[in-house]
C-alpha cells in the first residue's frame, strides 16, 4: 500500500491502516464538539434526526449564518416534518426511471471524454475524465446549456478545493463560499424562471412542474435544490472513480478478478465507498440532552460523525482495512443513513459502473504513473483524489 496512505493526514479522525480511534466517541473540550466513530453510534445519529438535527447552523454565531434565502430547499440541513414533505416533491421529479434512463448518454459522455484524450500514454484521470464526467451529467441534467459548462467547472472547483476546515474557519469560509454560491444561484433562478413560462425536458422544468398535495417547490427551493444537486452531486463521484482507480492499483489480484468478472464492479465500488467514503463526515446538532453509547450530551452540541472511522468499525466489519469486492452483508455508511440517505446513490452507482467498465475495457493496462504520485484533497471533510496521474498503455 503506498498511494492511499496519503488520504490519512487527520489521524485522529479517521481510522485507517490499523490505527484506530481511541473509543467509539470522543468529546473535543478545544473546539466543543463530539466526535462520533463507532459505527452503532453513528447509526444512531443518523437515525434520529428528531434528536440530532441537520440544521447545524442554529449554533452558529448569527452573522456566520447563511439566509433563508439561501438555505430553503437545500433539503440536506432540514429536519422532519419540512424535510420529509420537501424530499417528496423533488422524487416526483428526481426519479430512478430518469436517472436510469440516462444510461446511454453516460456511456456515450465517458467515451467521449476519453476519445479526447487521443494517443496520450499519460494523463490526469481527475482532470481529464473524473471530475467533468459528473458535472456535465449533473449540469445536462438540470438543463445547463454546454456552453455554459466550463464556467460551472471553474467555481465549483474554487468552492472544493479549499485546504480549509470549514467548521474551523468558518468566518472566511462563508464569505467565500457565500460569494460562489450567490453566482450559481442567480444563474439557476434565471433558468428556473425561464421554465416557468417555457417547460422543456429537463430537470429544471420538472422541479417547478412537481407537485405533492396541491404544493409544489418556490423559486428559492427550486433553485437551492439544484445547487445542492450540483454541489452534492459532483464531487463525490468524481472522488468515487477516482478513489476506486486508486484502490483497485494498490489491490492488483483484486483488480484482475474483477477485470475478468464484471459482475463484481457493483461490489467493487461499495467496497471502494466503505474504505475511501467521498464525504468523511457529517454533521449534526443536539436538539435536547441526550445520551449516546453510554455517554450524556447536552443539548445544542455540535456532533460529528466520521464515516470512515464507521466504516472499519470490526465489530460490524471483519478485516475492515482489507478490501473485498465481494463483501456481504455491507452495511457501509458512506451515503449516509435514514431520513437524509444520499438521494444521488443511483446516479452516481450508474457513473461509477459504467466509468469502470470503460476503462476497463479501452485500457487493459491502465496503471498509476510511478513518476508522479496522485495528489489528495486537503479538506478533511472529504477523502478524495486530487490528481491521479495514470499510464494507459
Ligand atoms: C459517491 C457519491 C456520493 C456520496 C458518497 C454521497 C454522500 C451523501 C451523504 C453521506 C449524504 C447524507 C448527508 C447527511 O445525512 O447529512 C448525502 C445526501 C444527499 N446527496 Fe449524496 N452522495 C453522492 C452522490 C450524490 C449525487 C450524484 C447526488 C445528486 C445528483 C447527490 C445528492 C444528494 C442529496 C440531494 C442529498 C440530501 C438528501 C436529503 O437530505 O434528504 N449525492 N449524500
Request: proline letters at 8%; a negative charge.
Amino acid at each position: 500500500m503506498t498511494d492511499v496512505i496519503s488520504f490519512d493526514t487527520h489521524q485522529q479522525h479517521i481510522w485507517i491502516h490499523g490505527e484506530r480511534p481511541p473509543a467509539p466517541l470522543r468529546f473535543d473540550e478545544a473546539t466543543g464538539i463530539q466526535h462520533v466513530y463507532g459505527h452503532r453510534e453513528a447509526m444512531e445519529v443518523m437515525g434520529d434526526p428528531i434528536t440530532f438535527s441537520s440544521d447545524f447552523q442554529r449554533l452558529f454565531p448569527a452573522e456566520f449564518k447563511f439566509g433563508k434565502e439561501l438555505t430553503d430547499g437545500n433539503m440536506v440541513r432540514m429536519d422532519p416534518p419540512g424535510h420529509t414533505k420537501l424530499r417528496k416533491i423533488v422524487n416526483r421529479a428526481f426519479t430512478p426511471r430518469l436517472v436510469a434512463d440516462l444510461e446511454p448518454h453516460i456511456v456515450t459522455l465517458t467515451n467521449e471524454l476519453l476519445d479526447e484524450v487521443g494517443d496520450a500514454d499519460r494523463v490526469d484521470l481527475v482532470d481529464a475524465f473524473a471530475y467533468p464526467l459528473p458535472i456535465i451529467v449533473i449540469a445536462e441534467l438540470l438543463g445547463v446549456p454546454p456552453s455554459d459548462r466550463d464556467w460551472f467547472k471553474q467555481l465549483m472547483r474554487t468552492e472544493l478545493y479549499s485546504s480549509r476546515d470549514a467548521l474551523l474557519d468558518f468566518e472566511s469560509e462563508v464569505e467565500r463560499r457565500l460569494a460562489d454560491i450567490r453566482q450559481v444561484r442567480a444563474y439557476l433562478a434565471e433558468h428556473a424562471a425561464e421554465r416557468r413560462h417555457t417547460p422543456r425536458g429537463d430537470l429544471l422544468t420538472l422541479l417547478v412542474e412537481a407537485e405533492v398535495d396541491g404544493e409544489r417547490l418556490s423559486d428559492d427551493q427550486v433553485v437551492n435544490f439544484a445547487n445542492l444537486l450540483l454541489i452534492a452531486g459532483h464531487i463525490t463521484t468524481t472522488s468515487l472513480i477516482g478513489n476506486t482507480v486508486l484502490v483497485l492499483a494498490d489491490n492488483p489480484a483484486q483488480a484482475a478478478r474483477i477485470r475478468a468478472d464484471r459482475t463484481l464492479v457493483p461490489g467493487a465500488i461499495e467496497e471502494s465507498l466503505r474504505m475511501y467514503p467521498p464525504f468523511q463526515r457529517i454533521l449534526r446538532a443536539t436538539m435536547r440532552d441526550t445520551e449516546l453509547g453510554g455517554h450524556e450530551i447536552p443539548r445544542d452540541r455540535l456532533v460529528s460523525v466520521w464515516l470512515g472511522a464507521a466504516n472499519r468499525d470490526e465489530s460490524v466489519f471483519s478485516d475492515p482495512h482489507v478490501f473485498d469486492p465481494a463483501r456481504d452483508p455491507k452495511p457501509h455508511l458512506a451515503w449516509g443513513r435514514g431520513a437524509h440517505f444520499c438521494l444521488g446513490t443511483p446516479l452516481s452507482r450508474l457513473e461509477g459502473r459504467i466509468a469502470l467498465n470503460i476503462l476497463f475495457d479501452r485500457y487493459p493496462k491502465l496503471r498509476i504513473d510511478p513518476e508522479r504520485p496522485p495528489t489528495f484533497l486537503p479538506s478533511p471533510d472529504f477523502t478524495s483524489v486530487r490528481e491521479l496521474p495514470v499510464v494507459l498503455r
